[in-house]
């Protein structure tokens, strides 16, 4: 289906794109799913601003005890750098099981974010990984953190007229390990099921799941259950996965069947990062 008629606007700094928002506008990044949308009459606005040439919004780097990814990185340049493949391996281990080549080239880590589908692998390795998500509008920048961003289905922390311009993690300490266990819708790529697992060298674990319930979230119940790591504790911890969640249903899993690919992927992250 062809789109309809809008105006289009190709900001190159971030205060430009901020002076173009108004109620009618959308921000466009990667646009693998807004411009679908777009063709399914979804979503109507009357002007896109397409951010993803803003220099401001780009690159992977080190900030002190801190890494910083711009909101308009692509996943190909996420899986692509050294500097994550050294401190955030599940990201680039992550960002390859993405869509396609196509899908990896043109779209970014703050278009994911944002748009929030609960099916999207962004949102659990965010979590996982302690990010904060840095925000801009016309009246200055906040921070969010990763655990309180992703609040229902589709839906975000972010208020009307802010930007997503940045993610920050804190540097995993030397001995670190993480994984990203996912189970594949075959056309879409989507996770049914995705679990994002962090083990600290003390032996505390973060654990966060996406496609599982209507937004991804971290698994306490699941964190404090791992103990010692043992054999046993990793399958009595895998059994409390999204203890007390409401689960999605759909075509692709009942409600008993994703229940049981989570437990699955759950253990599959834990044994993966016990070792």
Same mark, same amino acid.
């Given at each position: 289906?062809?789109?309809?008629?809008?105006?289009? *606007?190709?900001?190159?700094?971030?205060?430009?794109?901020?002076?173009?928002?108004?109620?009618?506008?959308?921000?466009?990044?990667?646009?693998? &799913?807004?411009?679908?949308?777009?063709?399914?009459?979804?979503?109507?606005?009357?002007?896109?601003?397409?951010?993803?040439?803003?220099?401001?919004?780009?690159?992977?780097?080190?900030?002190?005890?801190?890494?910083?990814?711009?909101?308009?990185?692509?996943?190909?340049?996420?899986?692509?750098?050294?500097?994550?493949?050294?401190?955030?391996?599940?990201? !680039?281990?992550?960002?390859?099981?993405?869509?396609?080549?196509?899908?990896?080239?043109? $779209?970014?880590?703050?278009? &994911?974010?944002?748009?929030?589908?609960?099916? *999207?692998?962004?949102?659990?390795?965010?979590?996982?990984?302690?990010? +904060?998500?840095?925000?801009?509008?016309? &009246?200055?920048?906040?921070?969010?953190? *990763?655990?309180?961003?992703?609040?229902?289905?589709?839906?975000?922390?972010?208020?009307? $007229?802010?930007?997503?311009?940045?993610?920050?993690?804190?540097?995993?300490?030397?001995? +670190?390990?993480?994984?990203?266990?996912?189970?594949?819708?075959?056309?879409?790529?989507?996770?049914?099921?995705?679990?994002?697992?962090?083990?600290?060298?003390?032996?505390?674990?973060?654990?966060?799941? +996406?496609?599982?319930?209507?937004?991804?979230?971290?698994?306490?119940?699941?964190?404090?259950?791992?103990?010692?790591? &043992?054999?046993?504790?990793?399958?009595?911890?895998?059994?409390? +996965? !999204?203890?007390?969640?409401?689960?999605?249903?759909?075509?692709?899993?009942?409600?008993?069947?994703?229940?049981?690919? !989570?437990?699955?992927?759950?253990?599959? *992250?834990?044994?993966?990062?016990?070792?």
């Amino acid at each position: 289906m062809i789109s309809y008629a809008f105006d289009y *606007a190709r900001p190159t700094t971030v205060e430009d794109a901020l002076a173009q928002l108004d109620d009618d506008a959308k921000l466009l990044a990667g646009g693998h &799913s807004l411009i679908p949308a777009l063709k399914l009459r979804l979503s109507a606005p009357a002007k896109l601003v397409d951010i993803a040439r803003i220099p401001a919004l780009k690159g992977i780097r080190q900030d002190g005890n801190e890494l910083v990814i711009g909101a308009a990185t692509t996943h190909k340049e996420i899986l692509s750098s050294d500097l994550i493949k050294e401190h955030l391996p599940m990201f !680039a281990e992550g960002a390859a099981l993405i869509g396609d080549p196509m899908i990896r080239y043109k $779209g970014t880590i703050g278009g &994911s974010i944002a748009h929030a589908d609960p099916s *999207a692998d962004w949102p659990a390795m965010v979590i996982a990984a302690e990010g +904060t998500v840095v925000v801009q509008s016309k &009246s200055g920048t906040r921070s969010i953190a *990763a655990d309180d961003f992703f609040t229902g289905f589709y839906m975000t922390a972010l208020e009307e $007229g802010e930007i997503i311009t940045e993610i920050r993690f804190p540097v995993p300490a030397e001995g +670190t390990r993480m994984t990203y266990q996912k189970f594949t819708q075959p056309a879409s790529r989507f996770a049914i099921v995705g679990c994002a697992a962090v083990r600290k060298p003390d032996g505390s674990a973060r654990v966060a799941f +996406t496609g599982v319930s209507d937004a991804a979230f971290r698994d306490t119940g699941v964190e404090e259950a791992v103990g010692d790591w &043992s054999t046993a504790a990793i399958e009595a911890a895998a059994a409390k +996965t !999204a203890e007390g969640m409401e689960l999605n249903v759909d075509h692709f899993a009942s409600e008993a069947y994703r229940h049981h690919l !989570a437990r699955v992927y759950c253990k599959r *992250a834990l044994v993966a990062i016990s070792e």
